[in-house]
């Protein structure tokens, strides 16, 4: 409960905080309930001031990169600024994933929907070293060597028959 003597102080704090809301809220503000806050872009900053997630509608392109397509959703970035992962929607290319970058700059571990299939990458060196998805009904996972060259296949159909590919038998 708040006591007389700082009621008054509350009321202008609460009173402030609703015209800040608005002015960042924009001309809709008006048509608006008074507890949403529309923004293009929000930084969540660490101890140092330096942001450190950052949701953005489209989101700013990683440091010395330009992004090929619109991305939107959230960054997860270095002490430096530097994104390392993220959750985003490439909506031009029908993408949605949740991804964690090496400190080289590749996305190292990616798990998401590419047009409508779920699939899970991992990399190494820049190259492809696991595949996990389903492709028309068909569960995989696929091995590669250091090159990134696939190796080995396995998978199970929608009907349940299974197959290898490229696995030497046994001597």
Not at 121 to 129: G, L, P
Request: charged share 20%.
């Amino acid at each position: 409960m708040t006591s007389s003597l700082f009621r008054p102080f509350a009321l202008a704090a609460v009173s402030s905080s609703g015209l800040l809301l608005a002015a960042c809220a924009g001309s809709t503000a008006a048509t608006r309930p008074a507890d949403i806050l529309s923004a293009r872009q929000l930084d969540i900053v660490d101890e140092h001031g330096q942001a450190r997630i950052r949701i953005g509608a489209p989101m700013p392109d990683p440091q010395g990169l330009k992004r090929a397509v619109a991305a939107y959703g959230i960054q997860f970035l270095s002490p430096t600024g530097q994104e390392i992962g993220g959750l985003a929607m490439l909506d031009a290319i029908g993408i949605r994933g949740l991804c964690f970058d090496s400190e080289e700059g590749y996305e190292a571990m990616c798990v998401g929907l590419e047009q409508g299939k779920p699939t899970i990458t991992f990399r190494h060196d820049w190259k492809e070293r696991i595949t996990l998805g389903v492709v028309d009904g068909v569960a995989s996972i696929v091995l590669h060597d250091a090159q990134g060259n696939p190796q080995l296949k396995l998978e199970v159909d929608k009907d349940g028959k299974t197959r290898t590919v490229g696995m030497t038998p046994a001597p």
